[in-house]
């Protein structure tokens, strides 16, 4: 999956490669992908049987920030458009899911389906003001509307449950059965989230894909082309939205709980510095960035008397220095820097 | 009527004094953003460093020596911070603004976690100085003397940085480095003290604004974050890299945060967002923005 | 794709060799039911106490650690007979850390209790959590009604108060005093503030009071209160009931003061106003402030003048507050709780709960449980002194109060 990052240089053979520096990579056969990849799932799928369910709860948590991740990556590192507002849409489809699974039925997959609705609705509403600025007015846009989504959350009491939160959820259902065991919850966490993280990986590879690379790399070429810029960043932000609201469904499922703080700034920059921490583009990456973060803060912190954050700024200095690349730097083993041109 | 309308002079007016405090804070940010290319979220950590500063020194007894000892220290502190950014940011030179928000925001940590480790967790209140601690009567209620003398203070801080900004050789090769970064290094500047310069002044800002909020805002855990998303909207308002951008920013903020709230009660936890998202919408480069910060 | 097929062969035999190897499980599984602690009488007990340690909460959770060192201190580390192991895990600010710090303590620590919370969002979330495992949760600080109301569960149960509960024993105290103008409410905007509003507001009109206006700046990011001080101004009211904590209550008490209203229109509020570190922080400005709460470190009781001077003896003349004694009172509960009860587990526990009867050695004056929730005396509190030693004073009992 390590192409994905490189092969920004396939666009319709009209883009040169500005991006990662990174040359064409050699031709190589499909199992030296394959096999790892079919690896790393077996051995994610075998875990709840000699893990405790602590270990099991937090890994089934790290899983579902990483989806949230791949989804921001979608936006950060395939589009490029940093959003420091994209836990709006994963907060919108934790509380869609929790309303749901309180109120009509938790039997998968409703909450679920509706969850990415709703996150793929909010984004689509938000989305086409927010695509037509770019950079740091991009982020400070997505900020604001996430802020404002998060006030909203906070201040519709009747909905949400204003800042206590939407608590009460009841365990997800499967054929009649409640998924209440820690380990039967990382299993469907896990199926969605890698149902989840396929799809995206297809989109990233389509045609569709390359183009949002393209229009990364050189926005104003791609319009020359023909290309309609905007309407194809809107597209990705829907997508993104969409996925977002289905990794928030599964926080629902696993926290049991929605609160405003799930679509405030914390979340919002904490799940955008994982995706820089994990290496932007690559969408496997930003999952290990995701997984580094929360495991600190939420994992490790409780147990540090109080000192989480600080072992959290320490991680993020010393990630900048030795990992200029991101995790997703470290499997091709070259020193050279990121985005030197 | 006329109370209602005296009440809004006087939001109109505090709006002033919360506008000229976010200018002395958001223009070494903007500054830092424009010129460097340095988006530094340590901005808010900064401004907490200042107001701890501010009360150590002056909590124990408000004096002018202690007040003015605290602007000092926190000034000589922002100058060797802003220092140690410049050269900690040096080797992200070309890689991408969120890298360098990893680095600022991890600094920004660190820095927070420290000073709640020196100062204890409890919140701490930073009396004014001698003879600004009372109040005044205006249109028929009681003011803060020392907001109307941060008034000053933020005015004359405006002219002074505008002057340096648009009247010396200084500023000249500022706004210069500005527009044309490779230019200026053509012609033989070298870019990295220019950026040290920028980066020491734009952090003693900082820390000088929060030993000036003190009084306003006291020094507690987490006002580093508040703080910083203020100073964000105001530079975004108002237009990365200028002056003028940072000051009308800060004045619009200022009123948002005063008389918006004193007519839209209701609405208050929602104006600050809602009026930044409104900005962004209309204009997408800010209100006075250049270019400049339109690629991340 | 072949990965797929390939990892679900892969599992099935990884859940052979699973079945067949019990060793392989050494640090445990995650499927199948967990198996609670041991519960014989007089074997040791472990407690969770999640309080925060870090974020703008972390004064209220030094408190309450303390709180809870001191009564353990105090009882030979016994609870009830067993001995006590006590696990602490910081709740950090929000439930996004809280949660799982609850998680934690009940998964990979398998406690057989949990005591602390503070953030009352985090208290409903583990509710759920608290009923799966059928284990106690104590709740020496978070405030929702939900907690003991809505959200009840048998195996939640609250030793400190409930928002409403604490504003609600001042409304009748000011409806008696006819204050020209009517009373003038403003509290944060999030859930506490407006339950607070509410359990004031029905209590002062029922009462016979006027609401002359109310205000809810926004929570956590309000630093300067002018807007609301001007409103206040305007309405005409002859007095203010708010509800602030941690910095936001410093900001708006010195604010208070700052712009004049202080001395024209005198300040009352719920008792976190001015409790613990806020009040030497808000300085003279705090003189004369007027709250209700369920503690005073001045209550001029026995059991009180020796707590406070173990307590200041054990932590360097630092002074307790309510939210330390909340927790002393969580242990003294669970002392007599446990004590009655045969297992550790949370039906026999929640039993004992129930039948602990008044708790009359309470630093606080004597209390009983009413639907989980503190029946205990409010008080109503001025701030006197002189900067530097300030003190909540004893002004009026208002009386035994319910949740409401």
């Given at each position: 999956m390590t192409e994905v990052s490189a092969r920004t240089e396939e666009v319709h053979g009209a883009m040169d490669d500005p991006g990662t520096g990174s040359g064409p990579p050699p031709a190589r056969p499909r199992w030296v992908v394959a096999v790892p990849v079919a690896a790393v799932v077996v051995v994610l799928a075998a875990v709840p049987l000699f893990l405790a369910p602590f270990a099991t709860t937090t890994l089934t948590r790290l899983l579902v920030f990483g989806l949230l991740a791949v989804s921001l990556d979608l936006l950060v590192g395939v589009t490029g458009l940093p959003s420091l507002g994209h836990a709006a849409y994963f907060g919108a489809g934790a509380y869609a899911a929790g309303w749901v699974s309180i109120h009509l039925t938790a039997a998968i997959p409703v909450p679920l389906l509706v969850g990415a609705a709703v996150g793929g609705l909010a984004a689509a509403a938000t989305g086409w003001v927010a695509v037509r600025s770019a950079g740091v007015y991009f982020l400070m846009l997505t900020l604001a509307i996430g802020e404002v989504l998060a006030q909203v959350a906070q201040s519709w009491d009747g909905v949400t449950g204003g800042a206590n939160g939407l608590a009460g959820i009841p365990a997800a259902r499967l054929g009649g059965e409640s998924l209440t065991g820690a380990g039967f919850l990382y299993w469907y966490v896990l199926g969605v989230g890698l149902l989840a993280f396929t799809a995206v990986w297809l989109l990233a590879r389509s045609p569709f894909g390359a183009a949002l690379r393209g229009i990364r790399d050189n926005e104003p070429r791609m319009r020359a082309i023909g290309y309609p810029t905007t309407l194809y960043k809107y597209g990705a932000f829907v997508a993104a939205g969409t996925v977002a609201g289905a990794a928030g469904s599964l926080l629902a499922a696993q926290q049991r709980l929605v609160t405003p703080d799930d679509l405030g700034f914390t979340t919002a920059a904490i799940i955008l510095l994982a995706v820089v921490i994990g290496g932007a583009g690559s969408l496997w990456g930003p999952v290990v960035g995701a997984a580094i973060v929360v495991l600190v803060r939420d994992a490790l912190g409780p147990g540090l008397g109080g000192h989480g954050e600080l072992v959290l700024g320490i991680v993020f200095v010393l990630v900048v220095y030795l990992l200029p690349r991101g995790a997703a730097g470290l499997t091709t083993l070259r020193p050279s820097r990121r985005r030197r041109t | 009527m006329t109370g209602w309308l005296a009440a809004n002079l006087l939001s109109v007016l505090n709006g002033l004094a919360i506008g000229a405090l976010l200018f002395v804070l958001a223009v070494g940010l903007s500054l830092v953003f424009g010129m460097m290319d340095v988006l530094n979220l340590a901005h808010g950590a900064l401004f907490l460093v200042g107001a701890y500063v501010a009360a150590a020194l002056v909590g124990g007894g408000a004096s002018w020596g202690a007040f003015l000892g605290a602007l000092g220290l926190a000034a000589v502190i922002g100058l060797l911070a802003g220092g140690g950014l410049s050269a900690m940011t040096e080797p992200l030179r070309r890689r991408s603004h969120l890298d360098q928000a990893l680095l600022t925001l991890g600094v920004a940590l660190i820095v927070a976690e420290v000073l709640q480790i020196v100062f204890g967790d409890d919140p701490l209140a930073v009396p004014a100085p001698p003879g600004l601690d009372g109040s005044v009567s205006l249109l028929g209620a009681a003011y803060p003397t020392y907001r109307l003398a941060l008034i000053g203070v933020g005015a004359v801080l405006a002219v002074a940085v505008h002057v340096l900004v648009e009247r010396t050789t200084l500023g000249a090769l500022i706004r210069a480095t500005v527009a044309d970064r490779e230019m200026v290094a053509a012609v033989g500047v070298d870019n990295r003290r220019v950026k040290i310069a920028v980066f020491a002044a734009g952090s003693m800002l900082a820390t000088v604004a929060g030993v000036l909020g003190g009084p306003i805002y006291g020094a507690s855990v987490g006002l580093d974050s508040t703080v910083l998303i203020l100073a964000l909207v105001v530079v975004v308002i108002g237009g990365l890299g200028s002056v003028r951008g940072a000051l009308v920013g800060a004045l619009v903020i200022g009123q948002i945060e005063s008389l918006g709230r004193a007519l839209l009660p209701d609405l208050a936890s929602f104006v600050l967002f809602g009026a930044l998202a409104l900005v962004l919408v209309l204009r997408p480069q800010g209100l006075f923005g250049s270019r400049a910060g339109a690629a991340a | 794709m072949a990965e797929y097929t390939l990892s679900r062969r892969a599992l099935l035999m990884l859940l052979g060799a699973g079945a067949a190897a019990p060793a392989l499980a050494a640090c445990g599984s995650s499927v199948g039911g967990g198996s609670g602690s041991g519960g014989e009488e007089g074997g040791p007990v472990k407690v969770g106490l999640v309080v925060p340690q870090s974020g703008v909460y972390a004064p209220l959770g030094t408190d309450m650690q303390r709180g809870w060192d001191l009564w353990l201190q105090q009882h030979g580390n016994r609870i009830g007979g067993r001995e006590v192991t006590t696990v602490v895990a910081d709740e950090g600010e929000n439930p996004q850390t809280g949660v799982p710090a609850v998680q934690r303590v009940l998964q990979a620590d398998q406690v057989d209790l949990v005591v602390g919370l503070v953030n009352s969002a985090t208290a409903l979330g583990a509710a759920p959590l608290m009923s799966e495992a059928k284990k106690i949760l104590v709740v020496a600080n978070a405030g929702a009604a939900d907690i003991t109301g809505k959200a009840r569960t048998p195996y939640v149960w609250r030793t400190s108060f409930q928002n409403a509960q604490v504003a609600a024993a001042a409304g009748p105290h000011l409806a008696e005093q006819n204050i020209p103008g009517g009373v003038f409410l403003i509290a944060s905007d999030y859930a506490a503030g407006t339950e607070?509003?509410?359990?004031?507001?029905?209590?002062?009109?029922?009462?016979?009071?006027?609401?002359?206006?109310?205000?809810?700046?926004?929570?956590?990011?309000?630093?300067?209160?002018?807007?609301?001080?001007?409103?206040?101004?305007?309405?005409?009211?002859?007095?203010?009931?708010?509800?602030?904590?941690?910095?936001?209550?410093?900001?708006?008490?010195?604010?208070?003061?700052?712009?004049?209203?202080?001395?024209?229109?005198p300040l009352y509020g719920s008792g976190?106003?001015?409790?613990?570190?806020?009040?030497?922080?808000?300085?003279?400005?705090?003189?004369?402030?007027?709250?209700?709460?369920?503690?005073?470190?001045?209550?001029?009781?026995?059991?009180?003048?020796?707590?406070?001077?173990?307590?200041?003896?054990?932590?360097?003349?630092?002074?307790?507050?309510?939210?330390?004694?909340?927790?002393?009172?969580?242990?003294?509960?669970?002392?007599?709780?446990?004590?009655?009860?045969?297992?550790l587990d949370g039906d026999s526990v929640s039993a004992a709960l129930g039948g602990v009867g008044s708790i009359d050695d309470s630093p606080r004056g004597p209390w009983t449980f009413d639907g989980q929730n503190p029946l205990q005396t409010m008080y109503l509190r001025t701030v006197e002194g002189t900067p530097g030693q300030l003190v909540n004073a004893v002004t009026a009992d208002l009386g035994q109060k319910a949740q409401v």
């Open positions: - | - | 607070v509003r509410a359990g004031f507001k029905a209590a002062y009109e029922a009462a016979g009071g006027r609401i002359a206006g109310e205000a809810s700046p926004p929570f956590g990011t309000t630093q300067d209160y002018q807007p609301f001080l001007a409103q206040i101004r305007q309405s005409g009211a002859g007095a203010v009931f708010c509800f602030f904590a941690g910095a936001e209550a410093v900001r708006f008490v010195q604010q208070y003061a700052q712009f004049g209203l202080k001395d024209s229109v976190f106003l001015t409790e613990g570190g806020v009040l030497d922080a808000q300085a003279e400005a705090a003189l004369g402030v007027r709250t209700s709460l369920f503690y005073t470190d001045q209550l001029d009781n026995p059991a009180n003048r020796a707590f406070v001077e173990a307590y200041r003896a054990a932590y360097d003349d630092a002074v307790p507050t309510c939210y330390s004694v909340s927790t002393f009172d969580a242990a003294a509960v669970l002392d007599r709780a446990l004590g009655a009860a045969t297992a």
